[in-house]
C-alpha cells in the first residue's frame, strides 16, 4: 500500500465577511493587492481573471458540475485565481484577508451543491484545477499529491510505477482529492487500510497568516487537529 503525502490547503480557517468594505472596492485597486503579494518569479497575472476576461465564464463554468448553478442568476465571483504556485495561495489568503472578501476554494471534483463556487455574499473563486501534480515514490512508497488532481488520477499515476500498489480511497476516479480527504476518504479498501486521511503522513497548508507549513512547521497537534480538514 502506498501512504500518500500530499498538498493541501487548510480550509477550517474563516475569513470574515464585510459588505460595505467590499462595496467600495474598485477592481484595479484588488488586483494590484494580488499582483503586489505575489513572488516575482512566480508571475500571478497569468492566474488572474475577472469578469472582464473573455475566459472567465468558460473557466466558471468548467467545474460547475450542477446545472442549476450555471444561471445568469447564480451570483458570481469577483475574480478567479487559478493558482499555479502556493505563492499564489497565499497570495490569495492576503489578498482576502487585505479585502474581507470570502475565499471559495475549488478542486473541480464532485460539488454538487456549489459550496466551492457560489455565496450571498462577495466572494472570489481559488482554483485549485492547475496544482494537479502527483509524484509517486515507490521506493519509500509515497506520493506527493496536489489537492487539483482526482482520484482517477492518483490511481493512474500510481499504477503506472506499480501493480502492488493502491491508496485507499473512493472508486469514483472524478472526485477531487482536495474535497474527498478533506472529508475522510471512505473507499473500497477501507476494511483493510482505513480512510484516505489514516494514511496521511505530511502535508503542506497555507494557514490564515499566509504561512506555508509542513507537518514539521506546523507541529503535530495542529497536523492531527486539521488532517481531516485538508481540502
Ligand atoms: C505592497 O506590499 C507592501 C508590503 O508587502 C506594502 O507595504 C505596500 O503598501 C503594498 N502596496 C500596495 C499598492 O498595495
Ligand atoms: C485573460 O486572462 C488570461 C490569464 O490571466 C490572460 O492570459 C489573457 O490575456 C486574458 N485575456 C483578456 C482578454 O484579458
Ligand atoms: C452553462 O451555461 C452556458 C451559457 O450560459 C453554456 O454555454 C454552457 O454550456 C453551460 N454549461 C453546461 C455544462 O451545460
Avoid at 20 to 48: G, K, M, R, V, W
Avoid at 104 to 121: L, T
Avoid at 154 to 164: D, I, L, P, T, W
Avoid at 173 to 199: A, C, E, I, Q, W
Amino acid at each position: 500500500m502506498l501512504r500518500s503525502k500530499m498538498f493541501a490547503l487548510l480550509s477550517v480557517f474563516l475569513l470574515s465577511i464585510s459588505w460595505e468594505a467590499t462595496s467600495d472596492l474598485d477592481h484595479e485597486n484588488f488586483l494590484h493587492c494580488l499582483l503586489n503579494h505575489s513572488q516575482p518569479s512566480y508571475p500571478i497575472s497569468t492566474a488572474i481573471y475577472t469578469p472582464n476576461n473573455e475566459s472567465y465564464s468558460s473557466v466558471l463554468q468548467s467545474y460547475i458540475r450542477n446545472l442549476r448553478f450555471n444561471m445568469s442568476t447564480t451570483p458570481k465571483p469577483l475574480l478567479i485565481l487559478t493558482a499555479l504556485h502556493e505563492s499564489h495561495v497565499q497570495a490569495a489568503i492576503s489578498y482576502a484577508r487585505e479585502h474581507n472578501l470570502q475565499m471559495k476554494i475549488r478542486s473541480g471534483g464532485h460539488d454538487y451543491e456549489g459550496v466551492s463556487y457560489v455565496s450571498d455574499v462577495p466572494f472570489f473563486v481559488l482554483d485549485m484545477f492547475n496544482l494537479r501534480s502527483i509524484d509517486v515514490d515507490v521506493a519509500s512508497e509515497t506520493a506527493w499529491i496536489q489537492v487539483g488532481a482526482t482520484l482517477g488520477e492518483v490511481y493512474y499515476r500510481v499504477s503506472e510505477k506499480s501493480q502492488a500498489h493502491g491508496f485507499p480511497a473512493s472508486v469514483e476516479p472524478t472526485v477531487g482529492v482536495g474535497g474527498h480527504f478533506g472529508g475522510g476518504g471512505y473507499g473500497n479498501m477501507m476494511r483493510k487500510y482505513g480512510l484516505s486521511v489514516d494514511n496521511i503522513i505530511d502535508a503542506k497548508m497555507v494557514d490564515v497568516k499566509g504561512r506555508l507549513l509542513d507537518r514539521k512547521s506546523m507541529g503535530e497537534d495542529l497536523f492531527w487537529v486539521s488532517s481531516p480538514n485538508f481540502g
